[in-house]
């Protein structure tokens, strides 16, 4: 399996101020830490404690920039209000907000789901990024702008069997996503979601039982023939949170080593 490229670009996001939900693992974590060796202050939210005092101390090794975590469930409004405020007050001005958390369950025919799980699906993946969203937009629209980005996901433009309830809160995101996107377009505020296809993390090892039934299950329908590394997914945010971005508003970006493209016939 080919490894990813050594990196090329470089972004300055110094003076930058980034609020992360769900940045302790997987995608959010790579992307705090891309963020930092860019020069960003963090503000990362996200489910376990442990995860966010490390995150912060392999943060400061690897700039000067402001840390701070708060552990947060992005499924209770209060808590995600507090959240808000926090680093508001912490920082003053919030530049840059990713909403990434998400969780996925394990694979089944939709009959099989029971209403529990498709309610804590929703919750977690479509209810925590409107939340987001919700303190954010006045925020920044205060502030005179910002960009947002929103973690949907491969399964937010294609259907795939076993996942139904996944999918539909992916599709979700991106409809959020769009409509916000229209709502502050005049506004100085960026809203886009990037949509990964598969990305080697506990969330893709839970979907699928073990990092070998991913493998087995995924790697044949991937035609760059690999799994990504969260890191390729962190540079996408980063350049949707850039500058260099400053014309792209309502995207969903799929980067997915080109498996929507081979169609879902594929599947
Ligand atoms: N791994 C993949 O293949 C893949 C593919 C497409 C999209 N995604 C999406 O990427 C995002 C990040 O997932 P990951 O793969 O890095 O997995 P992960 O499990 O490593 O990370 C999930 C993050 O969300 C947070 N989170 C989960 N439930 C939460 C809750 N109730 N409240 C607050 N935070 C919560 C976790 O603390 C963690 O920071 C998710 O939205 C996921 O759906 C992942």
Not at 24 to 36: D, Y
């Amino acid at each position: 399996m080919a490894e990813p490229q050594a990196q090329q670009v470089t972004y300055n996001f110094s003076g930058k101020n980034v609020l992360l939900v769900g940045g302790t693992t997987g995608i959010g974590r790579a992307t705090a830490l891309a963020f930092a060796r860019a020069g960003a202050n963090l503000y990362v939210a996200g489910l376990g404690a442990q995860h966010g005092k490390s995150l912060g101390d392999e943060v400061k090794a690897v700039g000067k920039t402001e840390y701070a975590f708060l552990e947060v469930d992005v499924r209770k409004a209060d808590a995600m209000e507090a959240l808000h405020e926090k680093a508001f007050a912490r920082f003053g001005r919030i530049d840059i907000a990713f909403n990434n958390a998400g969780m996925s369950s394990r694979a089944a025919p939709v009959q099989d789901v029971s209403e529990a799980d498709f309610y804590q699906l929703i919750d977690v993946n479509l209810k925590g990024i409107f939340l987001g969203m919700k303190f954010q937009v006045p925020h920044m629209i205060a502030k005179g702008g910002g960009a947002i980005v929103n973690t949907s996901s491969l399964f937010g433009v294609m259907g795939y069997a076993t996942t139904a309830v996944y999918c539909a809160s992916k599709w979700g995101v991106i409809g959020l996503t769009n409509s916000v996107a229209l709502e502050v377009a005049k506004k100085n505020i960026r809203v886009n979601a990037i949509a990964p296809g598969s990305v080697m993390t506990p969330l893709l090892t839970d979907m699928f039982g073990s990092p070998q039934s991913a493998r087995d299950t995924v790697l044949p329908v991937i035609p760059m023939g690999r799994i990504s590394d969260p890191s390729e997914i962190a540079q996408l945010v980063l350049f949707l949170s850039s500058d260099a971005a400053s014309f792209i508003t309502g995207q969903a970006v799929v980067i997915d080593g080109g498996g929507f493209v081979a169609g879902a016939d594929q599947l």
